[in-house]
């Protein structure tokens, strides 16, 4: 369904180019000898002018480099950097070797770089179905475009299959009351019927309600880029029992209007996952100044892994791009002889199942919160038009978020002010550090197999963001509130 529709896309602007070559071709038949005559003396000069852009427009050692380490963390053998998959692990160990290589030493409390520390986290078996048959017909639709699944929330079945006829919920006034609709064992929720109410407080009641279905299907048309937002789904505390839990899928609107038209048609859909306890890496590397205080510059380094349907989550702007940066910064800083501070670079593990990594790091105590500020890098370079945000989430980090908006105001940077607290400055900032956050939030291909870097990634601007965060460790420290 989704793929005709995206021939007939590609159909349509192979129509329009080859219109518009033709357009020049008639276009050109029309121009004068003499404009011709005109343009063929202007050849030689163009051709050195744009010799001399060439040579303008050399990628720097920096972008050359940030390009070489995107490609790296975004290649197909990393496999989207999910935490105890082959591809975390990979990740850790080059993390490793770069971090060698740059020269930075591993931390007293650190082994050989790594500080493991143990997570739980959703861990999908096979891919998850969903599935239309008529008599003649069978549709299978497809994961992560036309439907997500919700695993491991409290409410929220993990794994088990379910089939059946669907009912059409779309009164707002009747949402909960399936008395109303005869006791459907499967219902498909319009988008219009529940706008205004959150899904979490719809599916709490529909919990609640006597004679409820088993499986919630919800319309919406929340996508980037043609992709429902993926995510490891665990944030929330408890772990369903698998016994009173709901399957509730989200499926796109194309998906939802070939369900309602066919109300006759069977529904059958899968979802196999598990929890479980494994155990990861953050990656630490320090250079040792004279004195004992310091910076700790941060960014994460895993993902949403794969797909189980050939595809993998590359993760370049989230957050490749903060690791590339922060690696080009500790790259350039470890040349600065004698420095005065302590500077710490770490890769944490396991953000996006729930800031674990930044945690368990937290929870060590091993560097004071009196003693270091934190400067953490997740999403930066987006390719889009997106304002950088400086977040802070507590009260101490106030006047040092102020100066850093300050000194990145002074150096050009499109910058706002945010209390955001979705990244691993939280933890940190909840055990004392002053700490910001630094994030462009570009959702056009944000938790989907398309964050690649050649669409969501400028290195241009990523090296602005590495000569900013340079330059502030170099001459601002001494100056931090
Ligand atoms: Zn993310």
Do not use: C
Request: cysteine-free; overall charge negative.
């Amino acid at each position: 369904m989704n793929r005709k529709l995206k021939w007939a896309i590609i159909a349509f602007v192979a129509f329009f180019a080859i219109g518009g070559v033709t357009f020049l071709l008639d276009h050109k038949d029309d121009a004068s000898s003499e404009l011709e005559s005109q343009i063929a003396s202007e050849a030689l000069s163009t051709t050195a002018l744009e010799s001399t852009q060439a040579v303008e427009n050399l990628p720097s050692a920096t972008v050359l480099s940030l390009r070489e380490r995107m490609e790296q963390l975004t290649s197909v053998a990393f496999d989207g950097r999910y935490p105890g998959t082959e591809g975390g692990r990979l990740t850790e160990a080059y993390l490793v070797s770069e971090m060698r290589q740059i020269g930075l030493e591993s931390p007293s409390f650190a082994e050989n770089y790594l500080m493991d520390f143990e997570l739980i986290l959703p861990v999908h078996k096979h891919l998850s179905t969903l599935v239309l048959e008529t008599g003649e017909a069978k549709l299978v639709f497809e994961y992560g475009e036309d439907f997500v699944p919700f695993v491991t929330r409290d409410f929220a079945v993990a794994e088990g299959a379910f089939s059946g006829k669907v009912s059409v919920i779309d009164d707002p006034f009747k949402l909960v009351d399936f008395d109303y609709y005869g006791h459907p064992e499967i219902v498909l929720y319009k988008e219009s019927a529940f706008s205004g109410i959150g899904y979490e407080s719809l599916f709490a009641q529909i919990l609640e309600a006597p004679n409820r279905p088993k499986v919630i299907l919800y319309e919406s048309a929340q996508q980037n880029s043609g992709h429902f937002v993926l995510s490891p789904y665990s944030r929330r505390s408890g772990v369903n029992d698998n016994e009173g839990g709901l399957f509730i899928y989200k499926v796109s609107p194309e998906a939802f209007a070939m369900i309602a038209a066919n109300p006759k048609a069977q529904l059958s859909g899968t979802v196999d996952a598990v929890m479980e306890t494994i155990i990861a890496n953050n990656v630490v590397g320090m250079i040792d100044g004279s004195g004992d205080e310091g910076v700790i510059i941060t960014a994460h380094f895993d993902h949403l892994g794969n797909n189980l349907d050939g595809t993998y989550n590359p993760g370049a702007l989230d957050n490749a791009s903060g690791v590339a940066t922060m690696l080009a910064v500790a790259e350039q800083l470890v040349t600065n002889p004698n420095p005065e501070f302590d500077y710490y670079f770490i890769a944490f593990n396991g953000e996006e199942e729930g800031l674990f990594g930044s945690g368990a790091f937290a929870a060590e105590g091993v560097l004071s919160p009196a003693q270091f500020h934190m400067i953490n890098l997740d999403m930066v370079g987006a390719s889009g038009d997106v304002k950088l945000e400086i977040a802070s989430t507590s009260e101490q980090s106030l006047p040092y978020q102020d100066l850093v908006i300050a000194e990145a105001l002074e150096a050009g940077l499109d910058v706002i002010k945010t209390d955001k607290g979705s990244s691993d400055h939280v933890p940190m900032e909840a055990t004392g550090f002053k700490a910001v956050s630094l994030t462009e939030l570009d959702k056009r291909y944000y938790h989907t197999p398309k964050d690649v870097t050649d669409d969501a990634v400028n290195l241009e601007k990523m090296e602005k963001v590495v000569t900013f965060v340079l330059g502030f460790l170099l001459e601002r420290l001494s100056t931090l509130p």
